[in-house]
Each structure stands twice: as structure tokens, then as C-alpha cells.
């Protein structure tokens, strides 16, 4: 259970914080970091979420339905409530993070 609170706690970081960060201090270049965010840090945290997740499947499994939730969250709070698109962005993390993880899992499936 120490994982997976680990992993949230890291997740409502990074999900909740970096869109705090972008709305408040991002200034002028604040689509950038927008787009930073969206198109890289957060596929890339939920793809590692989603394979860390399927070392121990049966006790991780809900790490990229968590991760989605805590990114909409965040980006309902601070960019605009409600908008649809960012349910659609989570979305496609929680297809990343739930195709990491069942990959992961084979993979280790096919080893042993």
C-alpha cells in the first residue's frame, strides 16, 4: 500500500501543481508551458504511473485512474472549469497509463 500512496502523493504534485505553477507565474509565456505540460510531462508521468503499475498489477491498479482524475482536477481548478477538451486529455493519460501498465504486466508474465 506504501507504493501506491507514494505514487498519488507524487502524482497530486506534479498533476495538481505544475498547473497551479503555470497559472500563476507562466506570465506571457503560459501557452508554452500549457502545451509543455499537455504534450510532454504529463503522457510521459502517466506512461511511467502505468508501468510502475504493472510490476505489482493486482495492488496498483488504480495508479492511471487516479493519475487522470488528480489531471482533471488540476486543470478544471486552475485553467477553466468544466471544459470539455481536458476531459478528453484525460482521457488519452488514462489510455496511456492503462496501456503501460498492461504491457508491463505481460511482459513480466511472458518472462517468468
Same mark, same amino acid.
Given at each position: 500500500m506504501k507504493p501506491l500512496i507514494f505514487w498519488s502523493i507524487l502524482a497530486m504534485l506534479l498533476m495538481i501543481g505544475c498547473p $497551479? %505553477?503555470? #497559472? &500563476?507565474? !507562466?506570465?506571457?509565456? /503560459?501557452? #508554452?508551458?500549457? @502545451? @509543455? %505540460?499537455?504534450?510532454?510531462?504529463?503522457?510521459?508521468?502517466? #506512461?511511467?504511473? /502505468?508501468?510502475?503499475?504493472?510490476?505489482?498489477?493486482?495492488?496498483l491498479w488504480p495508479l492511471p485512474i487516479v493519475v487522470a482524475g488528480l489531471f482533471l #482536477?488540476?486543470? $478544471? %481548478?486552475?485553467?477553466?472549469?468544466?471544459? &470539455? !477538451?481536458f476531459l478528453l486529455y484525460c482521457v488519452c493519460y488514462l489510455m496511456i497509463g492503462m496501456i503501460a501498465m498492461l504491457m508491463r504486466s505481460f511482459l513480466k508474465g511472458r518472462r517468468a
Open positions: $497551479w %505553477l503555470a #497559472a &500563476t507565474f !507562466a506570465g506571457s509565456a /503560459g501557452m #508554452a508551458v500549457c @502545451l @509543455l %505540460l499537455f504534450f510532454g510531462v504529463n503522457p510521459i508521468f502517466s #506512461a511511467v504511473c /502505468g508501468v510502475f503499475a504493472g510490476k505489482d498489477i493486482k495492488r #482536477a488540476g486543470a $478544471w %481548478l486552475f485553467f477553466a472549469m468544466g471544459e &470539455t !477538451a
